[in-house]
């Protein structure tokens, strides 16, 4: 009974209730919002077409049905991460920009999310555009007039800056990480429809496939919690120093790398990816000659599961080492511990430290990216081996991995809260 204990205290505290009272009004604006269809277009044929393309109905699951409603909040925060992600990639090629990310503090940060507000209106604009033109050329929508989809795109668009202004809001006033509880809340809110479906097509004799199912989710779920709390500690020492009558230094504490380092982006990235041949290969697989035919072929290959599997694996893992090494600097880190007085026991200070850290990051890289890998494909495994649909993408891949995150993260920020009120009772 002590979690009812901790809510309690929770709602005993007014700061507290006031900050988790705010959370839950924007997750219900963010569901209205969800729920309110773009004027002007038919949307009869969406739910069969998002049946069809697994990666249209993982895009759905992360906007909590409002890709499948084709509402005014279709696209979710989608155009706000790839803005954040294309100015974290670009801190590689323009030393100006990395200055700002890393070396000006608050100022230098604040700066940066200026910058990536701005690039997500054309992104939102692009991405928008072409959603609606692809959705229109399979015939998942009816025919669209030049006026509607202007205004449908300028609708779109405002929706997804109102997503990113909430979620900045939730970060700000809230407990957490805004936008992580935003995508949470539309991954979550799918829950119910799974649950619906189990219910409505329900047969006895698949009792023993839903058992097994179910037995693997829970394993599932242990392992990515496993996995993403795992951490390798390198012990670091400071040395004394004398200044004055007072010593300083002289403790020892360690250095955690997470297995994980990279979190859920590769996975983002794959997607990505994975998504852009099959779209431009739908674009032009009727225009006819080699060109068709070629387009045809491709989409062809990457609708076979089992190219689309291996590709997502291989995919997942070699962005797992990129991000990780434009996110991670070895060196900046051995530069740091020097300054200060730090050490690795038995590596020397500066570049040998630099190269230990190196190679204790590749080998621990290797399980992350394979976990990862994994984890991207489980739905598709889990559908193979068991039959049932509902659920196998809060299971598996990008969306446990979010829901799994969060959690975790904002349970550490209420106790932390808990926590400092309680030593303010002292």
């Known amino acids: 009974m002590e979690w009812l204990n901790k809510v309690i205290q929770i709602f005993k505290i007014k700061e507290l209730r006031n900050k988790i009272l705010f959370v839950l009004g924007v997750f219900v604006i963010f569901r209205l919002m969800s729920n309110i269809p773009i004027p002007g277009i038919d949307i ?13 109905g993982l895009l759905n699951v992360f906007t909590g049905g409002a890709l499948d409603n084709l509402s005014i909040v279709l696209l979710g925060l989608g155009p706000y991460i790839t803005a954040t992600i294309i100015l974290q990639l670009l801190t590689m090629i323009f030393p100006q920009l990395e200055q700002i990310y890393k070396e000006e503090g608050e100022a230098g940060r604040q700066k940066f999310n ?35 989809m202007l205004s449908s795109i300028i609708t779109i668009t405002a929706g997804c800056l109102l997503l990113m202004w909430l979620g900045e809001l939730v970060s700000e006033k809230g407990i957490g990480n805004g936008v992580s509880l935003l995508i949470f809340a539309g991954i979550v809110a799918d829950v119910p429809n799974s649950l619906r479906q189990i219910f409505l097509k329900w047969d006895p004799t698949q009792l023993p ?15 990515v919690v496993l996995v993403n709390e795992a951490r390798r500690n ?48 739908n674009f032009l697989s009727g225009s006819g000659g080699i060109i068709g035919n070629i387009a045809q072929n491709v989409g062809v290959l990457f609708q076979n599961p089992w190219v689309y599997g291996i590709l997502y694996f291989v995919l997942v893992c070699l962005f797992t080492y990129f991000y990780t090494a434009v996110t991670f600097d070895p060196k900046a880190i051995s530069s740091n511990l020097q300054k200060m007085g730090g050490f690795i026991p038995g590596i020397r200070p500066g570049q040998s430290t630099a190269n230990f850290l190196y190679y204790i990051l590749n080998r621990i890289l290797l399980i992350g990216a394979l976990f990862l890998g994994g984890i991207a494909v489980m739905p598709s495994i889990i559908q193979g081996l068991t039959g049932v649909t509902a659920f196998t993408f809060l299971v598996g891949g990008t969306s446990l991995l979010i829901v799994v995150s969060v959690v975790l993260e904002t349970m550490r920020q209420i106790n932390s809260q808990l926590q400092m009120r309680e030593y303010d009772t002292f």
């Open 114 to 148: 200026q910058y990536g507000r701005i690039l997500t209106v054309p992104l939102a604009l692009l991405q928008g555009y072409a959603m609606l033109n692809l959705l229109q050329r399979q015939g998942a929508i009816g025919y669209i007039t030049n006026e509607v």
């Open 209 to 223: 496939a839903y058992l097994f199912f179910f037995g693997m989710s829970v394993l599932i779920i242990a392992g």
């Open 44 to 56: 009869a044929n969406l739910k069969s077409f998002f049946n069809q393309f697994q990666v249209f």
């Open 234 to 281: 390198i012990p670091v020492s400071y040395a004394k120093r004398v200044r004055g009558n007072k010593m300083y230094g002289g403790v020892s504490t360690y250095l955690p790398l997470n297995i994980n380092p990279a979190g859920v982006i590769p996975i983002i990235f794959a997607l990505s990816i994975l998504l852009f041949p099959g779209m431009i290969a």
